[in-house]
């Protein structure tokens, strides 16, 4: 039987942590689970509710900082200095597994030893609402070339993985090592990548992996600001594996080319549609175009780069009017309305 290492951080969540712990140890059958609780000095009772849980099974144990280290220095505690399993998988105090969930990872791992990791659909639900129903049949499991995944992520200029859903080959966690601290909010885009860039990536088809709360309103969506700061940590993200996985990657400039084409295109999307939607005040569409500009000097030679040149001059205040006429406006409506059914689809 499979052994998987399952590390729960934990910062003012421990009303989670039952059901957490829970997903993690009594709907996991097929497996054998160790959980380690690391509660990162967390102000409320969450060390007082970790502890009461331990002491009702052997299988828990609870590490509590004296002072707030960070959510990277914990997540790297319980990854590369306290697991040991065969699979290790990190699990935030207010997310869940899917039942079986772990049997169904360790099974293409343990089917697959050139896949460094496992992952498959997350299930994201609003804090406050009911659970999703969850798919628990797969219908079979693939296995990607490392490559091939990691170029998929540099040419779309974004990550496919929530966290939760993830389960990693333990000997592969430490060789190539944990979250860094350099990146403490692109981390994960650029571990999985890193993974990648040394084996293949398995995918568990059918069944969903995990549910993944959303807290109020994500700011990366919604906030103008953190648009911004979003692609600039993407771009971190993505030099960050090339410096570190460089070796590992013959046509690491064709990479690069094609993730900052990528992530200057988004920006500029942004900054144009911010004429469409009649949000100029709102939205940095200078800092958008600067940021553009800093991912690829030949900027201007891409569409959305016209589309913003278009709408610059139609201005601000008409734009809004004549977004029915423009077809970039329309054509971006269409995939806007499409992106949205196919989350609905999903249970979004």
């Not at 000095?41 to 590490?63: C, Q």
């Not at 089917?111 to 079979?140: C, D, I, M, Q």
């Not at 885009?189 to 549910?211: K, L, P, S």
Request: aromatic share 10%; net charge positive.
């Amino acid at each position: 039987m499979s052994t998987v290492s399952v590390v729960i951080p934990c910062y003012k969540y421990g009303h989670f942590l039952a059901d957490c712990v829970r997903s993690a140890l009594d709907e996991q059958p097929g497996v054998d689970v160790r959980v380690l609780i690391i509660d990162d000095a967390s102000p409320d009772d969450s060390a007082e509710v970790a502890r009461t849980l331990a002491a009702s099974d052997p299988r828990i144990e609870v590490h509590v900082h004296e002072r707030n280290k960070g959510h990277i220095a914990t997540y790297n505690e319980g990854l590369l200095e306290w697991a040991d399993g065969d699979y290790a998988a990190l699990l935030s105090a207010d997310d869940r597994l899917v039942p079986g969930a772990l049997a169904r990872a360790a099974a293409l791992l343990d089917a697959h030893p050139e896949a460094g990791f496992a992952y498959g659909r997350p299930l994201r639900f609003r804090h406050g609402g009911p659970l999703p129903h969850a798919r628990t049949r797969s219908t079979g499991t693939a296995v990607y070339p490392g490559h091939w995944w990691l170029e998929r992520r540099f040419r779309e200029g974004t990550g496919c993985i929530t966290s939760p859903e993830v389960v990693v080959r333990t000997a592969l966690q430490r060789k190539v090592g944990g979250y860094d601290p350099q990146l403490p909010h692109a981390g994960d885009i650029e571990m999985w990548m890193r993974f990648a860039a040394h084996a293949d990536v398995g995918y568990v088809r059918g069944a969903d992996q995990a549910f993944y709360r959303v807290h109020g309103t994500n700011m990366s969506t919604t906030d103008f600001g953190g648009q911004l700061d979003d692609l600039r940590q993407r771009l971190v993200a993505f030099d960050s594996v090339l410096a570190k996985c460089g070796d590992l990657l013959p046509d690491r400039d064709r990479l690069a080319e094609a993730a900052r084409t990528r992530l200057a295109r988004y920006a500029l999307r942004r900054a144009y549609r911010a004429y469409d939607r009649g949000r100029t005040a709102v939205v940095p569409v200078g800092e958008l175009e600067e940021f553009a500009a800093e991912c690829l000097p030949g900027y201007r030679a891409l569409p959305e780069y016209r589309a913003l040149r278009r709408r610059r001059r139609i201005g601000a205040r008409t734009m809004p009017y004549l977004q029915p006429l423009v077809l970039s406006a329309v054509a971006d409506r269409g995939r806007e309305w499409l992106w949205w059914q196919s989350w609905k689809r999903r249970g979004i």
